[in-house]
Nanobody
Framework: QVQLVESGGGLVQAGGSLRLSCAAS????????MGWFRQAPGKERDFVAA???????YYADSVKGRFTISRDNAKNTVYLQMNSLKPEDTAVYYC???????????????WGQGTQVTVSS
């Protein structure tokens, strides 16, 4: 069992930056592929980014070049650095552990509660 707690969300103007953090419990954190997903009002939850145990990264096309996922296994934490934010990035962002998938089809096994990111125009 893995417990995930996200932090770092908030309100930011378009063009600004935020860094999300996800602290994980459990001794197997370093072996999991970790990921970030987001869900805008009235829409389905979408894949944003994933990072494997060896730090190989994957991104949705909509965030490539703007968002960076990273992890610190010593701290059991995964991060999402979000730059050049746009109003369409507004969503609840969820951290997930034991993420699997390919292309645009990804799913996590364990989920955090989510953190709100709001980008104003």
């Amino acid at each position: 069992q893995v417990q995930l707690v996200e932090s770092g969300g908030g309100l930011v103007q378009a063009g600004g930056s935020l860094r999300l953090s996800c602290a994980a419990s459990g001794r197997t954190f370093s072996s999991y592929t970790m990921g970030w997903f987001r869900q805008a009002p009235g829409k389905e939850r979408d894949f944003v980014a994933a990072i494997t145990w060896s730090s190989r990264t994957y991104y949705a096309d909509s965030v490539k070049g703007r968002f960076t996922i990273s992890r610190d296994n010593a701290k059991n934490t995964v991060y999402l650095q979000m730059n050049s934010l746009k109003p369409e990035d507004t969503a609840v962002y969820y951290c997930a552990a034991d993420v699997r998938g390919t292309g645009t089809d990804w799913m996590g096994r364990y989920w955090g509660q989510g953190t709100q990111v709001t980008v104003s125009s």
